[in-house]
């Protein structure tokens, strides 16, 4: 068998590759060639296709917050936590230093630190941050 040591044909070649070009250009003209149905122009379709845009757009939004919601409400006592949290109107900086508490503490269950006082009470006498001391209060009292 002998090996083949000439340089390709590239006349022949850009032939070979113009002859399988001209059916698939003949296509692409039909195709790019839209015939609009009566009654629409390319502008209410063009409209048409926004509104679907912005609606799926605001469709996965809502489905992504929900689900990010789930994830946060996924342990046991979270949802108890924030009832308590809006039921003591506690702010999302007061409810930031509880849920730092429940981290710090390792507490199974995050609602347990509106019913155990002695986990917020430590930090609230050794903290030099007064937001501690003020929380306690507004918690439990003096």
């Known amino acids: 068998m ?15 590759v113009a002859a399988g070009l001209v059916p698939v ?5 039909k195709v ?7 009654g629409q122009s390319p502008a209410a379709i063009a409209g048409l ?6 609606v799926s757009v605001v469709l996965v939004v809502v ?3 929900r689900l990010v ?11 108890v936590f924030a009832e308590l949290s809006r039921a003591h109107g506690l702010s999302r900086e007061e409810e930031k230093l509880l849920r730092e508490t429940v ?23 050794s903290s030099t941050d007064p937001a501690y001391r003020g929380l306690y209060e507004k918690l439990f009292g003096r």
């Open 25 to 29: 250009l003949a296509q692409v003209e």
């Open 2 to 16: 002998r090996l083949k040591t000439e340089a390709p044909n590239v006349n022949g070649l850009a032939a070979m």
């Open 49 to 54: 296709l926004f509104v679907i845009a912005v």
């Open 69 to 79: 919601g789930m994830l946060r409400e996924g342990r046991p006592g979270d949802a």
């Open 103 to 125: 981290s710090r503490e390792k507490l199974p269950d995050p609602a347990r630190i509106f019913v155990e006082k002695r986990h917020l009470e430590a930090y609230a006498k």
């Open 63 to 65: 489905i992504v917050r």
């Open 32 to 38: 790019t060639k839209v015939h609009w149905p009566k």
